[in-house]
């Protein structure tokens, strides 16, 4: 399994980005899917992500901000980060709970980090 993800780079405080994450390889089950960030000297943090009912959740701090989407079809995620705001820099990753074989527990996968940098 791997989790491709795209989006990223440098914009100033206002401006929008877009994340962008495809889970491929053998996919069974997708339980969970969605964006972390790390910022320097933090912990990682669930950013925005749909839980294995299908719900979305935000972290407070960027509720009305940014919009996550999927297309289940795809196995993708799509965080929209608008109105963004120089605490938004870190690195994203994009994450999933996936199951590939029956009878096991689902494991969960890491994309690789992109950088997001917003300047003030």
């Known amino acids: 399994v791997q989790l491709q993800a795209s989006g990223g780079g440098l914009v100033q405080a206002g401006e929008s980005l877009t994340l962008s994450c495809a889970a491929s390889?053998?996919?069974?089950?997708?339980?969970?899917m969605g964006w972390y960030r790390q910022a320097p000297g933090k912990q990682r943090e669930l950013v925005a992500g749909?839980?294995?009912?299908?719900?979305?959740n935000y972290m407070d701090s960027v509720m009305g901000r940014f919009t996550i989407s999927r297309n289940i079809a795809k196995n993708m995620v799509v965080l929209q980060m608008n109105s963004m705001k120089p605490e938004d820099t870190a690195v994203y990753y994009c994450?999933?709970?996936?199951?590939?074989?029956?009878?096991?527990?689902?494991?969960?996968?890491w994309g690789q980090g992109t950088q997001v940098t917003v300047s003030s």
């Open positions: 390889g053998r996919i069974l089950r997708i339980d969970d």
């Open positions: 994450s999933a709970r996936i199951l590939t074989r029956w009878g096991r527990d689902a494991d969960r996968y």
């Open positions: 749909f839980t294995e009912s299908g719900n979305a």
